[in-house]
Each structure stands twice: as structure tokens, then as C-alpha cells.
């Protein structure tokens, strides 16, 4: 059928007008989508590097989300590294504010774990010996530490925290594509990583020098790369991106006052090499780019413990440029879905088929997997995890602990601990030094010095020497290796050997409150077997035989002995006396304290049983002798406010001597009264404490302001506990636990003494 030449006219017209517009609809939303990518350029976020001043990224990340501008790559260094890889990897902005906010930074940077968590060994040494000061000994002379501080716990929260990426090969993998800078140590040369492990990558790049050890990844050692590229504009633009905002959150010059010592020029000529190449990356940037520079005068790289502060500053800066950065954002609905896709799908825990360790060539962790809180068989746990980082890195063996999960070919999922030796181990030198000088002109003096042989054979054997030279020489030496039974709840079982030589003078009172009568010079050489267990992290027992050699001169100093001795028919002199002590001993050391000196929390008892039989050298009396001694201590804190709690207790029974064993005085061992001033067979004191932590001065942990009342007497015969006069002595001191270990100065008083001014270093 033939149609009508005028509704043929009117189809052809219809037909050309509806190719028409649909060429126009098409040419429309061709347009539109070009607009739509010249409005939404790729968008790249660069963050340098200045460690706690990289902080202010995370209020920089706020105001981004807050105005929905989206990321597309992320490239960073040193902290911008570690702040951009946590936001790359799924976290947002709130995330990383709170994971922030709730660390304690205090205790991140910590030179070794806790040390309520360390063993009993590595404790006690802490009453002779800053543990802050340590060195290697060598063939080749000493070794310093890599690092000034520990990065160990930083590692670990790293490690939590990317642990969803874990299974990333590549960093374009992640929801958001992203790269840390670091620096090549031995060539100078820039190293962009872009796959890989992503903690270990985040960590590299703030490996700070004479700060954080240097990391070695694939045969480099690496270090901060703020050195070479501290704001690596140049790194998200070979990413890709169009438009780029950088935060820069400066690196400023030192001035004038603080380059008068060798640490600050080092930290001078690190900050002049930083800010020359982020003035390169400065001129890099165009019109279209956006530079958010955060004030933050008077806050320094070191300021962690104002992390709020520092993200607030960053936040405030961000807000100020908002309108530079309109065209960048996103419509609600565009942004949530960027937003999803960021969200990377969290893999189910695993089933550990494996627990195992790599890295360390010295020590054996092998040999007591039993230690572990992760097993074979058991769902992998983060908490059990970060329990066995802290059992490792409690030996002290080693510069790095962490984990990582692992996939082997065959599908099964394991555990890998990897571990760093300490260069400069396994022999250890500390050092410290004790110091006491009084307005009575009663002074003191002693260098400590104490050797640590950790990992003479598989087991575990070590071998620990202390000296001491001064004005109470001594020289201890312990060979300890531990056994092989094993029992339930982590007890391990150990033999050890020691002998000691010491040497002391003391001024004998034989009333306190008189001049001294006598000067007595004790000497005394010590051997101990025991055999013991140790109980986890809590304490040791140890049981075992001890043969004791001593000899004490006294010179008299005063008549008033002799005429009081002569008055009752008794021989008026002091003579010399030498007597050997043998038997068996019983000895529980439980520790909890969180410190050795100006402890915050915690308890501590040590105690010990002592039986066996003296034989006289010098026609004294021989006979059997029992001693039991015990002290303990519990402190608790409100605050800044701290209350404790000590109690001593020593008491011998069977033949003594002319000179008592035991005696009271000195600094909060009875206030006011000289060392030994109150001596007797038997002792008792209670000291109750109350202190308060003033603000932190440089190079201490702390200052305290404190006060103390103790009460004690000293007597003969046990059943002359209830007529043995009681004496009281107060303390006001102000103190601070230094790298050299704890300084005090203070009045102290007793009634019938009087007040005494004194200053010291060291044990008190």
C-alpha cells in the first residue's frame, strides 16, 4: 500500500526532528559528563611529615569529610605517612581521632614494655641501674643504641590498626590508592613504597634519625624521608593526580638558644635539610592547587601529649580554605557512595595452623612456645597477639617485635612473630651512680657499673656482673640457666650460681642519739646455689645453700663505750671478729611496681629464711642461727596523688656478734638518724608515704613533691619487742626520675637528731 505523498512529508519531517533531538539529548550528556570530570578532577592529598605536628592532619581529614570533598590518591611522609596510610586503608577521619586520643603517647615511645610485665631478673636490676642507659660491649669497644626510643609500641598499634589490609600486596589495592616516602640510607636516594607489608611501609617512612632505629625492607635500610621529600607533591602527581591539597605542617629552624649542644645542631641540620626540599614541593604547586598550612607556633615535633591540640589547630587552618576548595565537593548522594567504596571488606579471623618466629639469630623463643597465648588451632586473636609482642620484647633481646599473619600456597593461615636482635647485644653494660652529701658533712659516693651476658647457649643461659666502686665497694657475679621442666601457668624452672665481695663502713652507735662510739669496717665474702622457679612476670622463688665469710674491724671513736662497759664488770674494747655462716636459705621476690623509685601503682614483697650454723674464728661463740627477713610495699595512686606503704622487718635468733646485723637510718629509712645510726639483732620499721607529681621537667619521667613519717626501733633478744624504744623520723623532699636514675633533695628530721639538709643520686 502506497502511502500519501503529505503524511510521507510529515513521517520523514517527525523522523529527522526525533534523530535530532536525540543527537542533542546524546551531545547533552556527553557535556555534562566532561563537565562533570573538569569538576571532579583526581583529587591528591599530600602529607609531609614533622612528627607530633603531623597530627594536625587528622583535623585536615574532618573538614574534608565534613565538606565532602573526596581523596583519590594519598601520598605521605614520616607522620603524614602514617596518618594518610590509616585513612588509605579504610579508616575515616573519627577513626583516627580516636585511636588518637585514646593512646597513651607517654608510654608509646617507651624504651621497654611496662615493668610490671618484665621478668624478675630484668627488675631487680633496676634498684642498682638506670635500665634508660644501655650500651653493647663488643671485640670491636662499646655500641650505642640505634635509636633513642623505642618504636615498639607505635609498631604495634600500626600493626592493629591496617590489619583489614593485611592481605594487600599492592598499595593501589587499597580503598584508597596510596604511598609512604622513605629514605634509602646508604645511597641518600628517595623510596617511594607503593606494595608490600603497609605497617612496615608506614613505619619505615618515620624511622627519625638518632629517634627511631632505621628499618631494613627487601636488603634497604630505611630511613625517615623527610629527609629527601618531606611533602611529596611530585608523588601523587605520578599517581595521577589533577588537583592536589598539601598539608604542610612545617619543619621551623631552632634558634639561637638551643644550638649550644651537640643534639641540637643534629636536630638543626635535620630540619634545614627537610625544609629545603619542601620548598622545592612548594614551588611545585599551581594556581589550581590548594596549600593548607597549619599554625602551630610554640608546638613542637615532640608535643604528643597535645594531640588534641595539634587537630584542632589543623582543623581550624582546614576551615579557613573551605571556599578554595567548593568545586572540589561532591553531591550527598555521590559522596556516600564514594564513601562505600572506600569501605574494605573485613576478612574472617583465621584459624591458626602454625605459630612460628623469624628474624633473630641469637636467641631461641623456640624452645618455650608454651609461653605464648597464641596457639595452633586457636582463631587468631589481636589482644593474644599483643600479649605475646610483650612477653617477647620483655627479654630485652630485641630492637623490633612484631607479627604479621601469613598465607602459605596450600591455603593454610599462621602466625609469624618477627623479631630484630639488638645490634649492639647480647652483651650489655649500664651504668649508674650513687651520690649523698648533708649539711653534717656526712658524705658518699659510687659507680656502678653492671655487665649482662644474655643467650650463652640455647636455653637461655645468662651471665650478669655488678661492680661498685666508691665508698661501699662490691663485686657480684651470677651465672643462671634456665631448666628444662616445665609446669603449668608459666612457671619455668632455673639453677643459678653466684658469689659476692663486699665491703662497708659503718659508724656503730651504741646509744643513737650520741656520737658514734665505733667505726666498723665489714667486710664480706658471699656463695649461693639455688635452684628456683619463676612464675611469669609476677616473681621468683628460690631455695638453696649459702656459705658466707665475714670480718668486721672496729675502731674506736669515743670513750664512752669503754667507760660504760667497764662500769658493768665487762670487757670495755671492741675487737675485731671473723666468723663463717653456713646453711640454707629460702628466698620470694614478687614484684608488681610499675617503678623502682616514685612508683605510681603496685606492690612488692621480698622475704627470706635463713638457717644453718656459725663457726667463730676468733674464740666467739659458734652455735646455730636462724634470720628471717621480709619487706613489702603497696601503692596506689588518685591523679597526681600517690599514698604508699612499706613495712620492714628483720630478725635474727642463735650467736651474734659484737656489731648488730641490721640496722635503721638514712632517707626514709628512718629520717634523721645516719645510716646504721639504730642497729640491732632486730629491726622493725613502717614508713607511710604521700607524694604528688608536679609538672614534667625535661629529661625526667617526673618531679614529685613529697612527705613521709616512719617509725622503728631496733633491739637485742626477740622477747625484747614490747620495751625496745620506738623513734620517729620525717621527710619533705622534691625529686625526679632522671636517665641516671632518681635525684632527691630533702629536709629530714627526727626528734633528739634534729634537721638535716641533704642532697643525692641513686638508690636512697
Not at 600500626?158 to 587499597?174: E, I, N, P, S
Not at 620517729?728 to 626528734?751: E, F, K, M, N, R
Request: proline share 5%; charged share 20%.
Amino acid at each position: 500500500m502506497r502511502m500519501p505523498v503529505p503524511r510521507l512529508v510529515c513521517f520523514g519531517v517527525c523522523l529527522a526532528l526525533s534523530c535530532l533531538s536525540g543527537l542533542a539529548v546524546a551531545q547533552a550528556n556527553g557535556a555534562a559528563a566532561a563537565t562533570a570530570t573538569a569538576a571532579h578532577p583526581r583529587i591528591g592529598l599530600v602529607l609531609s611529615g614533622g612528627g607530633a605536628r603531623g597530627l594536625a592532619h587528622v583535623g585536615v581529614l574532618k573538614v574534608l569529610e565534613r565538606e565532602r570533598i573526596p581523596v583519590d590518591v594519598i601520598a605521605g611522609t614520616s607522620m603524614g605517612a602514617i596518618v594518610g596510610g590509616l585513612y588509605a586503608s579504610g579508616l575515616d577521619a573519627a577513626d583516627i581521632e580516636r585511636e588518637v586520643a585514646r593512646l597513651d603517647w607517654g608510654s608509646v615511645f617507651a624504651v621497654r614494655v611496662d615493668r610490671q610485665d618484665l621478668s624478675q631478673r630484668r627488675k631487680e636490676q633496676d634498684f642498682e641501674v638506670s635500665p634508660v642507659l644501655e650500651v653493647g660491649v663488643g671485640g670491636d669497644g662499646l655500641k650505642a643504641p640505634l635509636g633513642a626510643v623505642s618504636s615498639r609500641l607505635l609498631e604495634s598499634h600500626l600493626r592493629r590498626l591496617t590489619l583489614a589490609a593485611g592481605q594487600v600486596k599492592h598499595f593501589d589495592q587499597l580503598p584508597t590508592p596510596f604511598r609512604a616516602v622513605a629514605t634509602d640510607m646508604e645511597s641518600g636516594q628517595a623510596v617511594v613504597l607503593a606494595d608490600g607489608d603497609l605497617a612496615t611501609a608506614l613505619r619505615s617512612s618515620m624511622s627519625v634519625p638518632g629517634v627511631f632505629a632505621p628499618l631494613e625492607v627487601e636488603g634497604r635500610i630505611l630511613g625517615d624521608g623527610g629527609l629527601v621529600n618531606n611533602l611529596p607533591v611530585d608523588v601523587a602527581r605520578g599517581m595521577g593526580a589533577q588537583r592536589v591539597i598539601a598539608v604542610n605542617i612545617g619543619t621551623p629552624l631552632s634558634r639561637r638558644e638551643t644550638l649550644g649542644s651537640i643534639t641540637g645542631v643534629t636536630s638543626q641540620m635535620i630540619n634545614i635539610l627537610t625544609e629545603q626540599n619542601v620548598q622545592l614541593s612548594l614551588r611545585s604547586l599551581g594556581p589550581q592547587d590548594v596549600l593548607i598550612a597549619p599554625q602551630l607556633d610554640g608546638l613542637t615535633a615532640a608535643d604528643f601529649d597535645r594531640a588534641i591540640d595539634f587537630m584542632r589547630l589543623g582543623e581550624l587552618q582546614a576551615e579557613a580554605l573551605v571556599l578554595r576548595m567548593q568545586d572540589l565537593k561532591l553531591s550527598p548522594q555521590a559522596y556516600a557512595e564514594w564513601q562505600a567504596r572506600r569501605k574494605l571488606r573485613v576478612q574472617p579471623r583465621p584459624v591458626l595452623a602454625f605459630v612460628r618466629f623469624a628474624g633473630t639469630d641469637i636467641t631461641h623463643p623456640e624452645t618455650r612456645p608454651d609461653l605464648l597465648a597464641s596457639q595452633p588451632g586457636q582463631t587468631f586473636s589481636v589482644a593474644k597477639a599483643e600479649r605475646d609482642l610483650t612477653m617477647l620484647a620483655a627479654s630485652g633481646d630485641y630492637l623490633r617485635t612484631d607479627y604479621r599473619l601469613v598465607r602459605m600456597v596450600n591455603g593454610e593461615q599462621g602466625l609469624v612473630f618477627d623479631l630484630e636482635d639488638k645490634p649492639w647485644g647480647p652483651n650489655y653494660l649500664q651504668m649508674g651512680l650513687d651520690f649523698s652529701a648533708d649539711n653534717r658533712g656526712r658524705s658518699a659516693f659510687n659507680l656502678k657499673l653492671a655487665h649482662n651476658r644474655h643467650w650463652l647457649d640455647a636455653s637461655g643461659a645468662e651471665w650478669r656482673n655488678f661492680v661498685r666502686l666508691g665508698t661501699a665497694p662490691a663485686l657480684v657475679s651470677e651465672l643462671y640457666r634456665p631448666m628444662n621442666f616445665r609446669l603449668p601457668d608459666g612457671l619455668e624452672g632455673f639453677v643459678a650460681a653466684s658469689g659476692s665481695v663486699q665491703r662497708r663502713t659503718l659508724d656503730y652507735h651504741a646509744v643513737p642519739e650520741t656520737q658514734a662510739d665505733a667505726e666498723v669496717d665489714r667486710h664480706n665474702v658471699a656463695f649461693h646455689g639455688d635452684v628456683g622457679v619463676n612464675w611469669r612476670e609476677l616473681g621468683e622463688i628460690r631455695l638453696g645453700l649459702q656459705d658466707e665469710l665475714w670480718r668486721d674491724d672496729p675502731t674506736l671513736v669515743s670513750s664512752t663505750y669503754s667507760l660504760a662497759r667497764a662500769a658493768q664488770g665487762l670487757d670495755g674494747g671492741l675487737r675485731s671478729e671473723r666468723w663463717h655462716e653456713r646453711g640454707w636459705r629460702l628466698r620470694a621476690v614478687f614484684d608488681q611496681l610499675d617503678h623502682a623509685f616514685f612508683p605510681s601503682k603496685g606492690w612488692r614483697i621480698e622475704t627470706q629464711w635463713m638457717q644453718g650454723r656459725r663457726l667463730s674464728r676468733d674464740d666467739f661463740a659458734d652455735g646455730p642461727i636462724r634470720r628471717f627477713n621480709l619487706q613489702a610495699q603497696a601503692v596506689r595512686s588518685w591523679g597526681v596523688h600517690t599514698l604508699s606503704a612499706l613495712t620492714r622487718l628483720d630478725l635474727s635468733d642463735g650467736v651474734a656478734s659484737q656489731i648488730p646485723r641490721y640496722g635503721l637510718g638514712g632517707f626514709q629509712q628512718l629520717s634523721g638518724f645516719a645510716p646504721f645510726q639504730v642497729s640491732g639483732q632486730q629491726v622493725a620499721l613502717l614508713r607511710l608515704r604521700y607524694q604528688v607529681r608536679l609538672l614534667p621537667a625535661p629529661l625526667t619521667r617526673g618531679t614529685f613533691l613529697g612527705v613521709s613519717w616512719e617509725g622503728g626501733q631496733a633491739w637485742e633478744q626477740r622477747q625484747d619487742f614490747a620495751s625496745a624504744r620506738k623513734r620517729t623520723g620525717t621527710s619533705l623532699y622534691l625529686g625526679a626520675d632522671t636517665a641516671v636514675g632518681p635525684v632527691y633533695g630533702a629536709i629530714v628530721h627526727s626528734p633528739g637528731v634534729g634537721a638535716t639538709f641533704m642532697v643525692f643520686v641513686g638508690r636512697p
